[in-house]
Protein backbone atom coordinates (compact mmCIF):
# COMPACT_ATOMS: atom_id res chain seq x y z
CA UNK A 1 0.00 0.00 0.00
CA UNK A 2 1.36 2.99 -0.94
CA UNK A 3 1.32 5.84 1.58
CA UNK A 4 1.37 9.85 1.54
CA UNK A 5 3.34 11.97 4.10
CA UNK A 6 0.80 15.15 4.20
CA UNK A 7 2.43 19.08 4.34
CA UNK A 8 5.42 18.07 6.21
CA UNK A 9 8.27 20.41 7.18
CA UNK A 10 11.25 18.46 5.43
CA UNK A 11 14.80 19.26 5.95
CA UNK A 12 17.60 16.91 3.55
CA UNK A 13 20.79 19.16 3.34
CA UNK A 14 21.95 16.70 0.71
CA UNK A 15 18.99 17.96 -1.39
CA UNK A 16 18.97 21.46 -0.13
CA UNK A 17 15.57 21.21 1.20
CA UNK A 18 14.06 23.52 3.70
CA UNK A 19 10.66 24.27 3.08
CA UNK A 20 7.58 22.57 3.37
CA UNK A 21 5.74 19.54 1.08
CA UNK A 22 4.09 16.09 0.83
CA UNK A 23 5.65 13.17 -0.58
CA UNK A 24 4.30 9.93 -2.04
CA UNK A 25 6.42 6.60 -1.04
CA UNK A 26 5.07 3.83 -3.58
CA UNK A 27 3.82 0.19 -2.18
CA UNK A 28 7.79 -1.29 -3.20
CA UNK A 29 8.90 1.90 -1.04
CA UNK A 30 10.25 4.07 -3.89
CA UNK A 31 9.47 8.03 -3.52
CA UNK A 32 7.24 8.47 -6.04
CA UNK A 33 6.56 11.94 -5.73
CA UNK A 34 7.97 15.06 -3.96
CA UNK A 35 5.67 17.79 -4.11
CA UNK A 36 7.00 21.01 -2.67
CA UNK A 37 4.76 23.93 -1.46
CA UNK A 38 1.30 24.11 0.54
CA UNK A 39 -0.51 22.43 -1.90
CA UNK A 40 -1.27 18.77 -0.66
CA UNK A 41 -1.36 15.73 -2.69
CA UNK A 42 -4.63 14.33 -3.91
CA UNK A 43 -5.25 10.89 -1.90
CA UNK A 44 -5.76 7.67 -3.77
CA UNK A 45 -8.59 4.70 -2.77
CA UNK A 46 -6.72 2.83 -0.12
CA UNK A 47 -3.64 5.12 0.01
CA UNK A 48 -2.69 5.58 4.16
CA UNK A 49 -2.25 9.06 4.78
CA UNK A 50 -0.02 10.85 7.31
CA UNK A 51 -0.43 14.09 8.52
CA UNK A 52 2.70 16.27 8.81
CA UNK A 53 1.65 19.46 9.36
CA UNK A 54 3.64 21.33 12.11
CA UNK A 55 6.15 18.26 11.62
CA UNK A 56 9.68 17.50 10.07
CA UNK A 57 10.56 15.02 7.91
CA UNK A 58 14.17 14.15 7.19
CA UNK A 59 16.74 11.64 5.75
CA UNK A 60 16.90 8.87 7.93
CA UNK A 61 18.91 9.03 11.17
CA UNK A 62 21.97 6.79 11.61
CA UNK A 63 23.61 6.80 14.60
CA UNK A 64 27.81 5.52 14.14
CA UNK A 65 28.58 3.97 17.31
CA UNK A 66 26.34 0.98 19.26
CA UNK A 67 26.57 -1.66 20.94
CA UNK A 68 23.68 -4.32 20.57
CA UNK A 69 25.83 -6.84 22.64
CA UNK A 70 24.94 -9.89 20.51
CA UNK A 71 26.65 -12.47 20.46
CA UNK A 72 27.48 -13.57 23.55
CA UNK A 73 25.74 -10.94 26.19
CA UNK A 74 22.46 -11.93 24.69
CA UNK A 75 21.11 -10.53 28.52
CA UNK A 76 21.94 -7.23 28.20
CA UNK A 77 20.39 -6.34 24.84
CA UNK A 78 20.31 -8.47 21.30
CA UNK A 79 20.08 -6.83 17.67
CA UNK A 80 16.02 -7.11 17.86
CA UNK A 81 15.84 -5.70 21.48
CA UNK A 82 18.58 -2.72 19.96
CA UNK A 83 17.12 -2.37 16.34
CA UNK A 84 13.56 -1.73 17.91
CA UNK A 85 15.27 0.82 20.54
CA UNK A 86 16.55 2.11 17.20
CA UNK A 87 13.44 2.95 15.79
CA UNK A 88 11.42 3.75 18.33
CA UNK A 89 14.31 6.88 18.54
CA UNK A 90 13.65 7.51 15.11
CA UNK A 91 17.06 5.97 13.86
CA UNK A 92 16.85 4.36 10.02
CA UNK A 93 20.47 2.46 10.65
CA UNK A 94 23.24 1.99 13.26
CA UNK A 95 26.73 1.10 13.07
CA UNK A 96 27.64 -1.56 15.75
CA UNK A 97 31.06 -1.60 17.25
CA UNK A 98 32.49 -5.48 17.49
CA UNK A 99 33.42 -5.79 21.20
CA UNK A 100 31.05 -8.63 21.56
CA UNK A 101 31.77 -12.20 22.69
CA UNK A 102 33.37 -13.46 20.38
CA UNK A 103 34.69 -10.07 19.18
CA UNK A 104 33.67 -9.37 15.44
CA UNK A 105 36.94 -9.26 14.11
CA UNK A 106 36.24 -11.90 10.70
CA UNK A 107 34.61 -12.16 7.69
CA UNK A 108 32.50 -14.47 9.74
CA UNK A 109 31.39 -12.97 12.44
CA UNK A 110 30.17 -9.72 9.92
CA UNK A 111 28.17 -12.58 7.99
CA UNK A 112 26.41 -13.08 11.43
CA UNK A 113 25.57 -10.10 11.89
CA UNK A 114 24.11 -9.21 8.39
CA UNK A 115 22.52 -12.35 8.16
CA UNK A 116 20.45 -11.57 11.22
CA UNK A 117 19.76 -7.89 10.12
CA UNK A 118 17.92 -8.47 6.98
CA UNK A 119 14.54 -8.79 8.56
CA UNK A 120 14.72 -6.26 11.36
CA UNK A 121 13.63 -2.58 10.72
CA UNK A 122 16.43 -0.68 10.75
CA UNK A 123 20.09 -1.20 9.09
CA UNK A 124 22.55 -2.86 10.80
CA UNK A 125 26.53 -1.39 9.99
CA UNK A 126 29.28 -3.38 11.17
CA UNK A 127 32.24 -1.95 12.54
CA UNK A 128 35.12 -4.82 12.44
CA UNK A 129 37.73 -4.81 15.23
CA UNK A 130 41.18 -3.62 14.52
CA UNK A 131 42.74 -6.25 16.35
CA UNK A 132 42.43 -9.71 16.84
CA UNK A 133 40.72 -10.34 20.05
CA UNK A 134 40.43 -6.28 20.07
CA UNK A 135 43.88 -7.27 22.03
CA UNK A 136 45.61 -4.24 20.41
CA UNK A 137 48.65 -6.77 18.85
CA UNK A 138 47.67 -9.09 15.73
CA UNK A 139 45.65 -6.42 13.08
CA UNK A 140 42.85 -8.66 11.95
CA UNK A 141 42.50 -9.07 8.00
CA UNK A 142 41.69 -5.75 6.69
CA UNK A 143 41.10 -6.49 3.25
CA UNK A 144 39.00 -9.70 4.06
CA UNK A 145 36.68 -7.34 5.83
CA UNK A 146 36.68 -4.63 2.94
CA UNK A 147 35.24 -7.44 0.52
CA UNK A 148 32.55 -7.99 3.02
CA UNK A 149 31.38 -4.14 3.09
CA UNK A 150 33.35 -3.11 6.25
CA UNK A 151 34.12 0.21 5.74
CA UNK A 152 35.63 0.85 9.52
CA UNK A 153 37.66 -0.92 12.07
CA UNK A 154 38.00 0.11 15.82
CA UNK A 155 39.32 -1.48 18.78
CA UNK A 156 36.46 0.31 20.81
CA UNK A 157 36.59 0.58 24.63
CA UNK A 158 40.42 -0.48 24.80
CA UNK A 159 42.15 1.56 22.46
CA UNK A 160 45.40 0.40 20.85
CA UNK A 161 48.11 1.53 23.24
CA UNK A 162 51.19 0.60 21.55
CA UNK A 163 52.26 3.18 19.37
CA UNK A 164 53.82 0.49 16.65
CA UNK A 165 50.38 -1.23 16.18
CA UNK A 166 48.58 2.17 15.55
CA UNK A 167 51.28 3.15 13.23
CA UNK A 168 50.89 0.10 11.22
CA UNK A 169 47.01 -0.13 11.50
CA UNK A 170 47.04 3.27 9.29
CA UNK A 171 49.06 2.01 6.85
CA UNK A 172 47.17 -1.13 6.66
CA UNK A 173 43.55 0.90 6.20
CA UNK A 174 45.51 3.39 3.78
CA UNK A 175 45.98 0.57 1.58
CA UNK A 176 41.98 -0.54 1.68
CA UNK A 177 40.76 2.79 1.91
CA UNK A 178 39.55 2.22 5.34
CA UNK A 179 38.57 4.29 8.42
CA UNK A 180 40.32 3.87 11.80
CA UNK A 181 37.71 5.10 14.60
CA UNK A 182 40.04 5.45 18.16
CA UNK A 183 38.42 5.26 21.39
CA UNK A 184 41.10 7.39 22.90
CA UNK A 185 42.12 6.64 26.34
CA UNK A 186 45.71 6.26 27.69
CA UNK A 187 45.02 3.23 30.13
CA UNK A 188 48.21 3.77 31.98
CA UNK A 189 46.72 6.72 33.38
CA UNK A 190 42.84 5.56 33.69
CA UNK A 191 43.53 1.83 35.16
CA UNK A 192 41.20 1.72 38.06
CA UNK A 193 39.20 4.53 37.53
CA UNK A 194 35.89 5.48 37.96
CA UNK A 195 34.72 8.80 37.25
CA UNK A 196 36.41 12.24 36.46
CA UNK A 197 39.19 12.81 38.77
CA UNK A 198 38.16 16.04 40.06
CA UNK A 199 36.84 17.39 43.35
CA UNK A 200 33.79 14.88 43.05
CA UNK A 201 35.77 12.30 42.87
CA UNK A 202 37.49 12.90 46.10
CA UNK A 203 34.35 13.66 47.87
CA UNK A 204 33.29 10.39 46.93
CA UNK A 205 36.11 8.35 47.51
CA UNK A 206 36.69 6.91 44.13
CA UNK A 207 39.30 6.68 41.88
CA UNK A 208 39.76 9.19 38.92
CA UNK A 209 40.61 9.34 35.45
CA UNK A 210 42.43 12.00 34.57
CA UNK A 211 40.62 13.57 31.22
CA UNK A 212 44.24 14.66 30.23
CA UNK A 213 44.40 10.79 29.59
CA UNK A 214 42.02 11.14 26.23
CA UNK A 215 43.79 13.73 24.55
CA UNK A 216 47.06 12.49 24.98
CA UNK A 217 46.33 9.36 22.87
CA UNK A 218 45.05 11.62 20.20
CA UNK A 219 47.67 13.34 20.41
CA UNK A 220 49.59 10.65 19.43
CA UNK A 221 47.75 9.23 16.83
CA UNK A 222 47.58 12.90 15.14
CA UNK A 223 51.12 12.68 15.10
CA UNK A 224 51.35 9.30 13.75
CA UNK A 225 49.15 10.65 11.40
CA UNK A 226 51.25 13.75 10.59
CA UNK A 227 54.53 11.54 10.10
CA UNK A 228 53.14 9.04 7.77
CA UNK A 229 51.52 11.50 5.11
CA UNK A 230 54.90 12.84 5.29
CA UNK A 231 57.13 10.20 5.16
CA UNK A 232 54.93 6.51 4.64
CA UNK A 233 51.90 7.63 2.31
CA UNK A 234 51.99 8.68 -0.88
CA UNK A 235 49.57 7.91 -4.10
CA UNK A 236 48.53 5.48 -5.09
CA UNK A 237 48.07 4.80 -1.80
CA UNK A 238 44.86 6.32 -0.37
CA UNK A 239 45.37 9.07 2.78
CA UNK A 240 44.39 7.70 5.85
CA UNK A 241 41.09 8.19 7.25
CA UNK A 242 40.91 8.70 11.34
CA UNK A 243 37.70 9.23 13.79
CA UNK A 244 37.92 10.03 17.27
CA UNK A 245 35.21 8.61 19.08
CA UNK A 246 32.89 10.11 21.93
CA UNK A 247 35.05 13.38 22.41
CA UNK A 248 34.68 14.61 25.83
CA UNK A 249 37.03 17.36 26.82
CA UNK A 250 38.42 21.11 25.40
CA UNK A 251 41.73 19.83 24.55
CA UNK A 252 40.80 16.53 22.84
CA UNK A 253 38.24 18.81 20.57
CA UNK A 254 41.04 21.35 20.42
CA UNK A 255 43.80 19.00 18.84
CA UNK A 256 40.73 18.31 16.76
CA UNK A 257 40.32 21.70 15.05
CA UNK A 258 44.21 21.91 14.61
CA UNK A 259 43.99 18.89 12.95
CA UNK A 260 41.30 20.12 10.48
CA UNK A 261 43.07 22.95 9.85
CA UNK A 262 46.16 21.43 8.48
CA UNK A 263 44.34 19.54 6.19
CA UNK A 264 43.95 16.03 8.18
CA UNK A 265 41.55 13.63 6.74
CA UNK A 266 40.01 13.33 10.58
CA UNK A 267 36.59 13.80 11.91
CA UNK A 268 35.19 12.96 15.62
CA UNK A 269 31.73 12.45 16.99
CA UNK A 270 30.25 13.75 20.14
CA UNK A 271 27.45 11.82 22.55
CA UNK A 272 24.43 13.59 24.00
CA UNK A 273 25.21 12.65 27.95
CA UNK A 274 28.58 14.46 27.45
CA UNK A 275 26.92 17.93 26.05
CA UNK A 276 24.22 17.36 28.75
CA UNK A 277 25.80 16.20 32.22
CA UNK A 278 28.95 17.18 34.00
CA UNK A 279 30.67 14.61 37.04
CA UNK A 280 28.50 16.98 39.32
CA UNK A 281 25.41 15.39 37.94
CA UNK A 282 26.75 11.93 38.93
CA UNK A 283 27.95 13.19 42.62
CA UNK A 284 24.32 14.36 43.05
CA UNK A 285 22.56 10.93 41.56
CA UNK A 286 20.63 8.62 43.90
CA UNK A 287 21.58 5.64 41.04
CA UNK A 288 25.31 7.12 40.23
CA UNK A 289 25.54 3.37 38.19
CA UNK A 290 23.63 5.07 35.46
CA UNK A 291 26.02 8.08 35.35
CA UNK A 292 29.50 6.00 34.70
CA UNK A 293 30.90 5.84 31.54
CA UNK A 294 33.95 6.04 29.74
CA UNK A 295 34.98 8.88 28.59
CA UNK A 296 33.19 9.98 32.05
CA UNK A 297 31.28 13.02 32.72
CA UNK A 298 33.66 15.66 32.99
CA UNK A 299 34.03 19.16 34.12
CA UNK A 300 31.19 21.95 33.35
CA UNK A 301 34.35 23.66 30.89
CA UNK A 302 34.41 20.10 28.91
CA UNK A 303 30.75 20.26 28.44
CA UNK A 304 30.79 24.05 27.11
CA UNK A 305 33.61 22.74 25.31
CA UNK A 306 31.73 20.24 23.43
CA UNK A 307 28.53 22.62 23.05
CA UNK A 308 31.39 25.07 21.45
CA UNK A 309 32.62 21.98 18.97
CA UNK A 310 28.99 21.40 17.54
CA UNK A 311 28.33 25.06 17.21
CA UNK A 312 31.56 25.97 14.99
CA UNK A 313 31.41 22.41 12.79
CA UNK A 314 34.51 20.69 14.87
CA UNK A 315 32.37 17.96 15.50
CA UNK A 316 31.13 15.93 13.08
CA UNK A 317 28.49 13.55 14.71
CA UNK A 318 26.10 12.85 17.27
CA UNK A 319 26.81 9.38 18.20
CA UNK A 320 25.05 7.69 21.71
CA UNK A 321 28.00 4.83 22.48
CA UNK A 322 24.58 2.94 23.04
CA UNK A 323 26.20 1.07 25.81
CA UNK A 324 23.42 -1.56 27.22
CA UNK A 325 23.95 -3.26 30.97
CA UNK A 326 21.58 -5.47 33.56
CA UNK A 327 19.98 -3.73 36.20
CA UNK A 328 22.40 -5.70 38.67
CA UNK A 329 25.62 -4.04 36.63
CA UNK A 330 24.31 -1.02 37.30
CA UNK A 331 22.92 -1.20 40.62
CA UNK A 332 25.38 -1.63 42.64
CA UNK A 333 28.14 0.33 44.88
CA UNK A 334 29.99 2.98 41.41
CA UNK A 335 33.20 1.19 41.98
CA UNK A 336 31.73 -1.38 41.05
CA UNK A 337 29.31 -0.56 37.82
CA UNK A 338 30.07 -1.03 34.70
CA UNK A 339 30.68 1.37 32.08
CA UNK A 340 28.25 2.60 29.94
CA UNK A 341 24.61 3.80 29.11
CA UNK A 342 21.58 3.49 26.86
CA UNK A 343 21.07 6.55 24.66
CA UNK A 344 19.56 5.60 21.05
CA UNK A 345 15.77 6.70 22.41
CA UNK A 346 16.55 9.92 23.84
CA UNK A 347 19.14 11.04 21.44
CA UNK A 348 17.12 12.84 19.04
CA UNK A 349 14.85 14.82 22.14
CA UNK A 350 18.43 15.40 23.80
CA UNK A 351 19.26 17.14 20.61
CA UNK A 352 16.56 19.21 20.05
CA UNK A 353 16.00 20.26 23.80
CA UNK A 354 19.79 21.13 24.88
CA UNK A 355 21.13 21.98 21.37
CA UNK A 356 18.56 23.14 18.53
CA UNK A 357 15.84 25.01 21.45
CA UNK A 358 18.67 26.68 23.21
CA UNK A 359 20.44 27.90 19.88
CA UNK A 360 23.44 26.28 19.87
CA UNK A 361 22.35 24.65 16.48
CA UNK A 362 19.92 25.13 13.73
CA UNK A 363 17.84 22.04 13.04
CA UNK A 364 19.14 21.95 9.87
CA UNK A 365 22.67 21.50 11.46
CA UNK A 366 21.01 18.73 13.95
CA UNK A 367 19.96 16.28 10.51
CA UNK A 368 23.04 16.99 9.21
CA UNK A 369 24.50 15.44 12.99
CA UNK A 370 22.39 12.24 13.27
CA UNK A 371 22.14 11.34 10.06
CA UNK A 372 23.72 13.46 6.86
CA UNK A 373 27.73 13.01 8.44
CA UNK A 374 27.61 9.62 10.07
CA UNK A 375 27.14 8.16 7.10
CA UNK A 376 29.91 10.25 5.21
CA UNK A 377 32.26 9.44 7.56
CA UNK A 378 31.66 5.89 6.66
CA UNK A 379 31.44 6.14 3.70
CA UNK A 380 27.70 5.01 3.11
CA UNK A 381 25.38 6.19 0.47
CA UNK A 382 23.57 9.28 0.92
CA UNK A 383 19.86 9.16 1.55
CA UNK A 384 18.43 11.68 -0.85
CA UNK A 385 14.76 12.85 -0.50
CA UNK A 386 13.81 12.98 -4.27
CA UNK A 387 11.71 11.13 -6.67
CA UNK A 388 12.95 7.56 -7.56
CA UNK A 389 15.03 6.90 -4.54
CA UNK A 390 14.22 4.32 -2.15
CA UNK A 391 12.64 6.25 1.06
CA UNK A 392 14.62 6.02 3.88
CA UNK A 393 12.99 8.72 6.26
CA UNK A 394 12.76 9.92 9.69
CA UNK A 395 9.45 11.51 10.98
CA UNK A 396 10.00 14.43 13.90
CA UNK A 397 7.49 16.15 16.25
CA UNK A 398 9.68 19.29 16.97
CA UNK A 399 6.85 20.39 20.04
CA UNK A 400 5.95 17.00 21.56
CA UNK A 401 6.71 17.13 25.27
CA UNK A 402 7.64 13.89 27.01
CA UNK A 403 9.39 12.72 29.91
CA UNK A 404 11.80 9.29 29.75
CA UNK A 405 9.61 6.70 31.31
CA UNK A 406 11.68 3.66 32.01
CA UNK A 407 8.77 1.73 31.76
CA UNK A 408 8.57 2.65 27.72
CA UNK A 409 12.18 1.93 27.00
CA UNK A 410 12.69 -0.77 23.87
CA UNK A 411 15.83 -1.29 24.87
CA UNK A 412 16.40 -4.54 26.53
CA UNK A 413 18.55 -2.52 29.22
CA UNK A 414 16.90 0.33 31.01
CA UNK A 415 20.78 2.37 31.82
CA UNK A 416 20.20 5.77 31.13
CA UNK A 417 20.78 8.66 33.73
CA UNK A 418 18.12 10.96 31.58
CA UNK A 419 14.96 8.77 33.37
CA UNK A 420 12.44 11.25 34.84
CA UNK A 421 13.87 14.09 32.99
CA UNK A 422 10.82 16.23 30.37
CA UNK A 423 12.52 16.55 26.57
CA UNK A 424 10.81 18.39 23.96
CA UNK A 425 11.06 16.79 20.79
CA UNK A 426 10.25 13.43 19.92
CA UNK A 427 10.11 10.73 16.58
CA UNK A 428 6.76 10.14 15.18
CA UNK A 429 8.45 7.31 13.31
CA UNK A 430 10.43 5.64 10.81
CA UNK A 431 10.02 4.71 7.07
CA UNK A 432 12.29 2.16 5.54
CA UNK A 433 12.87 -1.01 3.75
CA UNK A 434 9.07 -0.20 2.42
CA UNK A 435 7.62 -0.34 5.94
CA UNK A 436 6.63 2.02 7.95
CA UNK A 437 7.17 2.20 11.71
CA UNK A 438 5.52 4.37 14.23
CA UNK A 439 7.07 5.46 17.43
CA UNK A 440 5.98 4.16 20.71
CA UNK A 441 3.73 6.90 21.90
CA UNK A 442 3.27 8.99 18.92
Not at 51 to 66: I, N, Q, T, V
Not at 168 to 173: I, T
Request: charged fraction near 20%; aromatic fraction near 6%.
Amino acid sequence: MSIVFQQAHIISPPDGLDTKGSIRVSDNGIIETLSIGDTPLEPRRGEKVVAMEGKLLSPGLFDMHCHFREPGQEYKETLESGAAAAAAGGFTGVALMPNTTPVIDSPQGVTFIRYHAASLPVDLEVIAAMTEGSRGEKLTAFGSLKTYGVTAVSDDGTAIQASQSMRLAFEYASNFDMLIIQHCEDRSLTTGGVMNEGMWSSKLGLKGIPDISEAMMLARDLMLLRWLEEHKLHAPLSRPRYHAAHLSTAASLQLIREAKREGLQVSCEVTPHHFTLTDQDLYQAEKKGNFIMKPPLTSPKNRDAVLEALADGTADAIATDHAPHALHEKECPPGEASFGIIGLETSLGLTMTELVMKGVITMQRAVELLSVNPRKILQLPPIRIREGEKANLTLIDPEAVWRVDAGHIRSKSSNTPFIGRQLTGRPLGIYHKGIFTEAPGA
